[in-house]
């Protein structure tokens, strides 16, 4: 059965003493950064609701007949609803099917469970549709939302919700959990994945820091002038390019935060660091500012893919520029 992670105690605790007093709400938002946890953390808790013989901690058996019909996706009390295709937005349809669904007997627990994983991906015929959930509740239900993004979500669903935040855990909290998990670069995995633990693990099983490599060789080719700027364009644009954008957009702000102050302990790319040190006094602050403005503004727009090539051009030439301009200075 699922276990929350080491991280989320507090939060534990406090959601089982408002459990063992009978308080626990209609609707809980459970938000904070993407990657953590949250997800696992409701169903932990919603497995132990169900549960009909829980441990000391409220966790779920893993042995009494709801764990097992849990354990098997066929619960009838229990449902997650996201959205059909990742990215897409949850719809009408599948909100429709848990208030339809609602009436239906409870089996031992008493809870009737509904998990929504990211609530802001609700359309706004969906949004209403839950609103009126959350207007009439049914006294033995329990809407789960989860968020990391949870200013998208409507006002009026959000005021109806207690909400439970899960800040970033602590570094070593989480660099101590993913050595549990088998041998990587965990510092440098969770630095690129910006302190969430369960982003760092997804990154190491995709051979990440390999690729990242690749793409900071062409940077740095880039940048002193030895490669083709039409030539790396053309490779970025075959490349997973939102993560690509990422990552750029992670060196350049390591570039211009290690302008601004050379003795920067913290870069979020500690393994480059030595190589980043002697790249940033190549240009100005401001012309750093400049680059990293323009890629984060290229990341936001990315999801039309229009001109991606020509932007993508235009970054590297940008790149590119410095070479000259370090050049023409001399
Ligand atoms: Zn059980």
């Not at 953390?41 to 549960?51: P, S, T, V």
């Amino acid at each position: 059965m699922t276990d929350f992670l080491p991280w989320q105690q507090a939060q534990w605790r406090q959601l089982q003493q408002a459990r063992g007093q009978g308080r626990i709400p209609h609707a809980l938002l459970l938000s904070g950064p993407a990657m953590t946890g949250k997800r696992r953390f409701a169903q932990a808790f919603a497995e132990g609701l169900l549960c009909r013989t829980p441990t000391p901690e409220h966790l779920a058996c893993g042995v009494c007949d709801n764990c097992q019909l849990v354990r098997a996706g066929t619960h009838s009390d229990l449902v997650f609803l996201e959205p059909e295709e990742s990215g897409k937005q949850l719809k009408i349809g599948t909100i429709r099917e848990f208030i339809g669904s609602e009436p239906l007997s409870t089996q031992g627990g008493g809870y009737k469970l509904c998990i929504l994983d990211p609530a802001d991906a609700l359309n706004t015929a969906a949004a209403n549709a839950l609103l009126k959930t959350l207007e009439e509740p049914s006294p033995s239900s329990l809407l789960l939302l989860i968020s990391s993004q949870p200013g998208r979500l409507p006002v009026t669903i959000r005021s109806r919700c207690q909400r439970l935040d899960f800040p970033l855990p602590q570094y070593q909290a989480a660099l101590d959990w993913l050595a549990g998990q088998g041998s990587g670069d965990w510092p440098t995995l969770l630095a690129v994945a910006a302190g969430a633990p369960l982003k760092a693990l997804q990154l190491a099983g995709e051979g990440v820091l390999e690729r990242r490599s690749v793409i900071l060789q062409q940077v740095l080719g880039l940048l002193e002038g030895r490669a083709d700027p039409l030539q790396v364009a053309e490779q970025w644009s075959k490349a997973d390019v939102p993560q690509l954008l990422d990552w750029l957009a992670s060196l350049l702000l390591d570039l211009l935060r290690l302008r601004v102050d050379p003795a920067l302990t913290t870069p979020f790319n500690p393994d480059m660091r030595q190589a980043l040190v002697q790249l940033a006094p190549r240009r100005s602050e401001r012309d750093w500012h400049e680059l990293a403005q323009e890629l984060i503004q290229l990341r936001k727009s990315i999801t039309s893919q229009l001109n991606l090539q020509l932007q993508l051009e235009r970054l590297s030439i940008g790149l590119a520029a410095a070479a000259a301009h370090t050049r023409g200075g001399r």
